[in-house]
């Protein structure tokens, strides 16, 4: 058996949280591999390792020196080391770097230098081979991974060394140079390695017991979901809960690993469990309808009305205009002589004028209306599928409650409900739907 686990920036924060990654690690021999971000915050005003490094790196394209914040970044290791007792000469390596450091040097090679010091100090720590990510993580310039070549070298040190550390975040490319991912990229370093190696689980282990049910500054403390989807998840991603870079999910979903959030602080809590299929409810879970909800603010309708409208080709040429303006569309519902189409406000604010009357030009209609402040609130869950009456069981608490639904949109696999809301009854559409069917 083997499990992947990947500790998040505040997990490596310092010695302490150093020493919770260990009991955690050596609690099962099955966490073989083991991928490290940079050392997050240790304090709500702290920096992030890799912001900090960043900063240097502005620093020196200005020709300002950064040598306090390079002296800053060491010392933090320093001290993780004298911490924990361990024998390496950081200040050699940092010396060495520093001697490097010019205008030309490489942004992704100096910001990945956050992840490669706080993997090396957690190798050392745990006693486990140092797996370098630029000799086991291959990727080209446009960002795509080389599996092959991964899955080869992970396994191959894997049979050499037993259990490794893999520092997250960036990758090698053709040419051996170092290419950081997107912010957050340890995750897919994490799913990487997991899939690479057939892992049984992938375990991502951060500061939260799994992904809350609803927003915890709406809803008063919030249960966390035991089990999902992918599919669930990428729903309430899309509509703005965060916990995982979305990248992450696609090495693990592909080979029907599951993905387990944890939380390094609460370790005995079981976390969140991401799987493809659900086949039997064993769970608490099981007497609620909804597995979460989430939703976010801002948003608009277009509505066009016209007599005779021609739903491909007005429509067509709806979509044209609205795509030449890269105007990401949400939702769109269709009647007779009419449909709606739901955008996010921050796409259109300062065109909406510029798309108005390319769409009165184009389709000549009787009348284009648009309607601000627009809230979507998504109730996701997998037990809604197939099931009659359940969208006359939402909309009669909503409406119980005083809130007036103007658009609603459900997906054809029925995973999950979409209303639009006025942004100011956001927070009450959120409240009622986890009270009345998740909570
Ligand atoms: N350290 C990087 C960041 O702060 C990558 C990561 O933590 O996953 O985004």
Redesign the pocket.
């Known amino acids: 058996m083997i499990k992947v686990a990947k500790f998040?920036?505040s997990s490596v924060a310092d010695a302490a949280q150093f020493k919770r990654v260990k009991s955690i690690v050596e609690e099962n021999p099955d966490r073989r591999v083991v991928v490290i971000?940079?050392a997050?915050k240790r304090s709500s005003d702290d920096h992030?390792?890799?912001?900090l490094l960043y900063l240097c790196h502005a620093h020196l394209l200005y020709g300002v020196s950064c040598e306090p914040i390079f002296r800053d970044i060491e010392k933090r290791f320093c001290d993780i080391r004298d911490q924990l007792g361990l024998d390496f000469n950081i200040e050699a390596e940092f010396d060495t770097l520093w001697e490097k450091m010019d205008k030309d040097m490489s942004v992704d090679y100096l910001?990945s230098r956050?992840?490669y010091f706080t993997s090396r100090l957690m190798a050392a720590y745990l006693g486990f081979h140092f797996l370098d990510a630029s000799d086991c993580i291959f990727s080209d310039y446009n960002g795509s991974f080389d599996m092959e070549k991964i899955e080869s070298a992970i396994k191959e040190a894997l049979r050499k060394y037993k259990k490794v550390v893999i520092p997250?975040?960036y990758s090698s490319l053709p040419s051996g140079k170092i290419k950081?991912?997107?912010?957050?990229?340890?995750?897919?370093?994490g799913a990487l390695a997991a899939a690479a190696c057939n892992a049984d689980v992938y375990e991502n282990w951060t500061d939260v017991s799994g992904i809350l049910m609803a927003d915890p500054r709406i809803v008063k403390d919030p249960k966390p979901i035991e089990k999902i989807t992918y599919a669930e998840l990428r729903e309430l991603a899309s509509m703005g809960a965060s916990v995982l870079?979305e990248e992450s999910i696609l090495p693990v979903k592909e080979k029907g690993i599951p993905l387990n959030i944890r939380n390094t602080n609460n370790p005995s809590h079981p976390g969140t469990m991401i799987v493809e299929s659900i086949d039997k409810e064993e769970t608490q879970e099981e007497r609620f309808l909804l597995t979460g909800i989430a939703g976010r603010k801002n948003f608009e309708i277009l509505s066009l009305r016209k007599h005779n409208l021609d739903n491909n080709s007005d429509l067509r040429k709806v979509l044209e205009i609205l795509e030449n303006h890269k105007i990401a569309i949400e939702h769109i519902s269709l009647g007779l002589d009419s449909f709606s189409i739901v955008f996010a406000k921050s796409s259109v604010e300062s065109i909406i004028y510029d798309v108005i009357s390319e769409i009165q030009k184009s389709l000549k209609p009787d009348s284009i209306d648009i309607q601000e402040n627009m809230a979507l609130v998504a109730a996701v869950g997998r037990k809604m599928t197939f099931r009659p009456g359940i969208s006359g069981l939402l909309f009669n608490a909503l409406g119980k409650a005083g809130v007036n639904i103007r658009t609603i949109a459900q997906g054809s696999d029925e995973l999950s409900i979409v209303v639009g809301v006025d942004n100011s009854q956001f927070d009450t559409t959120v409240r009622v739907l986890y009270e009345g069917f998740a909570g």
């Open positions: 998040g920036g971000s940079a997050g992030k390792m890799t912001d910001v956050g992840e997250g975040f950081l991912m997107s912010r957050g990229g340890s995750d897919i370093t870079h």
